[in-house]
């Protein structure tokens, strides 16, 4: 299994400014994937980031606005940028296992911008 | 019409009772998965399942392939139980779906004591 941690859990921004949310994973993984549930809604995906290449960002994402690192097998950053009160959702960070069938998120960051 | 439908969107139970949450996909699947969400926001992985069924202590999760249905079981529910229940699927793998997961909106479980 994967445990993977993510800074902040929470946090409470102001309108325009950016917040970086770091995630940490127990083990090298290929994939890490980063979604955004809104408030009431279900899990979206926001981009697929692989160690060594660009993420790869789904429609409606966009990486001026979401930029992404992954500079090692363990570890990414997703920025929140130029915020506004829509980007209020939980940032869930999730990896795949060994077995490319598993699957393991964080314990996500709560993201409240006023 | 979403690609995962889960039923109920809210379920409301006494302790003790038995509680079914059942979803149904449309597209062609590799392996689907439950997950539980709690108020805090973090989610934890119940099971993932390919075919059959799995147990885990009071959840039973099965699921049939040919008729693209799942669903998850709880016997004897406990307060504790109260969560958000998600079922979420992976495409079969290829191309740009590789790795990724298509989540159904949810269901609301409250268990009363």
């Known amino acids: 299994s994967a445990v993977i941690s993510q800074k902040p859990s929470r946090d409470i921004c102001q309108r325009g400014t950016s917040l970086t949310i770091q995630c940490q994973v127990d083990?090298?993984?290929?994939?890490m994937f980063w979604y955004r549930q809104q408030p009431g809604q279900s899990l979206t995906l926001i981009a697929t980031?692989?160690?060594?290449?660009?993420?790869?960002?789904e429609s409606g994402f966009v990486i001026d606005k979401f930029p992404i690192s992954r500079p090692n097998l363990t570890f990414s950053t997703l920025t929140v940028s130029n915020m506004s009160p829509e980007d209020s959702s939980i940032y869930l960070c999730?990896?795949?296992?060994?077995?490319?069938?598993?699957?393991?998120f964080g314990p996500g960051t709560r993201l409240t911008v006023t | 019409k979403n690609e995962v439908e889960q039923s109920p969107q809210n379920l409301t139970a006494q302790e003790g009772e038995f509680i079914t949450i059942n979803c149904s996909y449309s597209?062609?699947?590799?392996?689907l998965h439950w997950l539980q969400q709690h108020p805090g926001g973090g989610i934890v992985s119940l099971f993932m399942?390919?075919?059959g069924k799995k147990k885990h202590g009071r959840l039973i999760a099965t699921i049939n392939i040919q008729e693209k249905h799942s669903s998850l079981h709880i016997t004897a529910s406990h307060p504790r139980d109260s969560a958000v229940y998600i079922c979420?699927?992976?495409?079969?793998?290829?191309?740009?779906?590789?790795?990724?997961?298509?989540f159904g909106q949810g269901t609301i479980l409250t268990v009363h004591p």
């Open positions: 999730s990896v795949t296992g060994r077995s490319s069938y598993e699957q393991y």
């Open positions: 083990s090298q993984v290929t994939m």
């Open positions: 980031a692989n160690q060594g290449s660009e993420a790869t960002y």
């Open positions: 597209v062609g699947i590799s392996a």
């Open positions: 399942l390919s075919s």
């Open positions: 979420a699927v992976r495409p079969n793998a290829g191309g740009t779906s590789y790795g990724k997961l298509t």
